[in-house]
């Protein structure tokens, strides 16, 4: 999914065309999908899932907020051809949305990032953190990375420390 949509928007991609790139037959792909959005929903959840695996190979010691911070805009930032497919079929706020919708385990998110007890955070908060971070990763990406992951970690730790009033 990921290389055609680098050639093609989302839009003009068919089932047919997916499974003939996979070389397997249509009901193959109806075994896993039932949509050419469901597999498009599997690339960006398995996106997601790659991020723990990322974070704990880059793993620091010890964790500081602005240390994993900085690991998120740098895993993001090694996602680029991601990023690219979605803008470029105009379907980058699928992102956000599928982290949002599809965040169950909240835990590690408030651990890693709200430095709270995950018992004590409600689930509204942290899909409002993840929701903010993700919209600076879309942000970052449209104004070509430029400024260093270090350098947004801090903005984003002061954002998820301070009282925004």
Known sequence: MLDMMQMVPFDQISITDLCSRLRIPRKAFYRYFTDKEGALYSLIDHTMMEYEQFATAHHKEPRTLNGDLEKFFLFWRTRKPLLDAL?????????VHRAICQTVDYTGISSR???ADPETVR??????????????VLRWYGDGFAESPSDLAVLAAR????PLF
Not at 87 to 95: E, G, N, V
Not at 123 to 136: D, T
Not at 159 to 162: A, E, H, I, Q
């Open 123 to 136: 689930p509204h908060i942290i899909r409002f953190a993840l929701e903010g971070l993700l919209g600076m």
């Open 87 to 95: 803008s470029r079929s105009q379907i980058s706020h699928l992102l």
């Open 113 to 115: 990032f709200l430095a």
């Open 159 to 162: 954002l998820l420390t301070k």
